[in-house]
């Protein structure tokens, strides 16, 4: 019998013998830990017979489940084992982070009795935002649904199906501050050597953290002025992974900041052959994002005076300093990593400039001029 055919209440799964007896419109389910053989699929299905007399005697097997009291923890856990050989150690991560924090709120429930309306009431009491909160509840939508379409399984519908958390009034999106010219300089003068050529150059690259310290020298083409992007280095992650997306993957001209930072770099960690960008208080290559914004960034934001701000606000300050300057979005998505300019246009439209009085012109001028 191979693997995910059944028979008579009895179905072969991940190569154990599954056994299921619907009754009184409940479902119980056990797995045994044995082979497929022949002999243990009768053995088997001898007990099946047995545990369906002892229900319709009134008594559940011990051995037996009732799939209507699954707790959500179980198939949260469950769901994310299944998840850690699927995904990048950074995306695990974060799911698992989600995972703990459902389990905590929600483990106890029984998936039969969670609703709509207690995870309304989640949101509501929460301070978390919208958007963090639809990401906390991905794992638990993707959980449910898996088991909606397992046949073995009870469950008929995922409650979270076409479900989003709505954004609560007064609740503000997260600011985009980008660093004027004059208070990155001032960042800059708080710096020195192998911190000062990185700053530089992720002001002037829109860079990931992840990105950044996981660049080598072997990505950099010095003749066309250009760098590849195609590795990131997360902090939960003991390895380098592919990028964030595959959009993310690109090659970024170096406007001269970042061609000069680079340059100056060479003679810290060039002729090493590897990593480009190196923590100067250890001469290795940075681990994490963590590490960068603890040992470098936020005492050069605290000496500068200035208002504090992440480091991925040196992301949206490149492409608003883009935008601004009147450069094409789509070219400015390519520079960033984004699959259109859609959300270039989103996120940062209020820096692009709107169309000057002379405006088509050019087009006119070119295709128009016969008519």
Not at 74 to 103: I, M, P, Q
Request: proline letters at 4%; glycine letters at 6%; hydrophobic letters at 35%.
């Amino acid at each position: 019998m191979g693997d995910g055919l059944s028979m008579n209440g009895i179905i072969v799964r991940n190569g154990h013998i599954q056994i299921t007896v619907n009754f009184n419109r409940k479902r119980y389910r056990k797995t045994l830990f044995i082979k497929p053989t022949a002999t243990n699929l009768k053995y088997a299905a001898m007990q099946r017979e047995t545990w369906l007399h002892q229900l319709t005697l009134g008594s559940t097997p011990a051995a037996f489940i009732s799939e209507d009291h699954v707790l959500v923890s179980s198939l949260l856990t469950h769901w994310l084992k299944n998840k850690e050989t699927e995904v990048k150690a950074s995306t695990f991560d974060g799911y698992r982070k989600c995972v703990a924090l459902l389990c905590q709120h929600f483990g106890n429930t029984n998936t039969s009795e969670l609703s709509i309306g207690k995870i309304k009431n989640y949101c509501t009491e929460s301070k978390a935002g919208a958007k963090r909160l639809n990401n906390l509840f991905s794992p638990l939508r993707q959980a449910l649904q898996e088991a909606v379409e397992d046949d073995s399984n009870s469950l008929t519908k995922n409650i979270l199906t076409g479900w989003a958390c709505k954004k609560k009034n007064g609740q503000k999106t997260p600011s985009i501050i980008p660093f004027s010219i004059d208070e990155q300089r001032l960042i800059l003068q708080q710096l020195t050597g192998q911190a000062k050529n990185l700053v530089q150059f992720i002001f002037w690259t829109g860079t990931r953290t992840s990105e950044f310290i996981a660049l080598k020298w072997s990505d950099v083409n010095f003749d066309e002025r250009t760098i590849h992007i195609d590795r990131a280095l997360t902090q939960a992650a003991n390895k380098v992974e592919d990028t964030k997306t595959d959009a993310s993957e690109r090659t970024i001209k170096l406007l001269s900041p970042a061609f000069n930072a680079l340059l100056e770099q060479k003679q810290y960690t060039y002729e090493l052959g590897e990593e480009i960008f190196h923590n100067p208080k250890t001469n290795v290559p940075w681990t994490g994002d963590q590490q960068v914004r603890k040992s470098m960034w936020i005492p050069a934001i605290n000496k500068s005076g200035i208002s504090y701000r992440r480091p991925y606000q040196t992301r949206h300050t490149y492409a608003s300093m883009l935008l601004s300057a009147g450069e094409h979005p789509i070219w400015v998505a390519n520079q960033m990593g984004h699959a259109d300019w859609s959300m270039i246009a989103k996120i940062y439209g209020k820096w692009m400039p709107e169309a000057q009085p002379d405006a088509g012109q050019k087009a006119e001028a070119i295709f128009a001029a016969d008519l």
